[in-house]
């Protein structure tokens, strides 16, 4: 069983430039995560998708947007890139079921560099 | 407005000494809270977590959390700790704005966890 993946694992990108990560949940999960990681810090929650619709949102400017497909895979967007979006981006998913959810699994994440 | 805080930076350990990692939170109404652990260029593997029940949860490779509601703490601990146990580790606890959904982690800043042979 696949666990979350995420492509690609390393991305260096130019200040201005846009970027798209990409992440494929864990079998059987229907919700996709974004985190932002940056170096030395705990991770901070972007956006989450459900039923291909962003259902909240951390505190990230426009730049930073998502789609969720039909077969659950989720991209993350990043335009007009600043020095301060180098990070890891992490992907986690998870099942929803109310109040007794599961827990998210993260997939390895993509190291982001903005030069 | 929901947070974890982890007060250490770094704890160091001895192999086969027990270790704890501390943790604590700030949640209005019931906390749901989760223990994560990051190796090197890794993302985070799930370790436990803390729902409702018993006070102490166990966990994987031999690690289990006390939630402490009196002291708003929800702290990391294994008996005998490992070499392979170093990594850093992160609380979290989940954020009940949406009610029962699945709702988005806050993390702490992390934990450094060295285990020395």
């Known amino acids: 069983d696949a666990g979350v993946t995420q492509s690609p694992t390393h991305l260096i990108k130019t200040r201005g430039q846009q970027v798209t990560l990409r992440c494929s949940p864990k079998?059987?999960?229907?919700?996709v995560s974004w985190y932002q990681q940056a170096l030395g810090q705990g991770p901070q929650f972007i956006f989450q998708?459900?039923?291909?619709?962003?259902?909240q949102r951390g505190n990230f400017p426009d730049r930073f947007s998502g789609h969720q497909f039909p077969n659950y895979s989720s991209e993350l967007n990043v335009n007009a890139l600043l020095l301060g979006d180098s990070a890891l981006y992490l992907c986690?998913?998870?099942?929803?079921?109310?109040?007794?959810?599961?827990?998210?699994?993260f997939g390895q994440g993509t190291r982001l560099t903005v030069v | 407005a929901q947070s974890v805080a982890q007060p250490e930076d770094q704890v160091n350990v001895a192999e086969g000494n027990p270790l704890t990692v501390k943790c604590t939170y700030s949640?209005?109404?019931?906390?749901?809270l989760f223990w994560y652990v990051q190796y090197p260029n890794r993302g985070l593997q799930f370790l436990l977590k803390?729902?409702?029940?018993?006070?102490l949860v166990k966990g994987s490779y031999g690690f289990e959390a006390e939630f402490n509601k009196s002291q708003t703490s929800f702290h990391l601990k294994k008996p005998s700790a490992l070499v392979s146990d170093s990594a850093l580790y992160f609380c979290?606890?989940?954020?009940?704005?949406?009610?029962?959904?699945?709702?988005?982690?806050?993390f702490g800043t992390g934990t450094l966890l060295a285990v020395q042979p």
């Open positions: 986690a998913s998870s099942l929803a079921r109310g109040i007794r959810d599961t827990e998210a699994f």
């Open positions: 079998s059987g999960h229907d919700t």
């Open positions: 998708y459900y039923e291909e619709e962003e259902r």
């Open positions: 949640v209005s109404g019931n906390p749901y």
């Open positions: 803390y729902i409702t029940g018993d006070n």
């Open positions: 979290a606890v989940r954020d009940p704005l949406y009610g029962g959904a699945t709702n988005k982690l806050i």
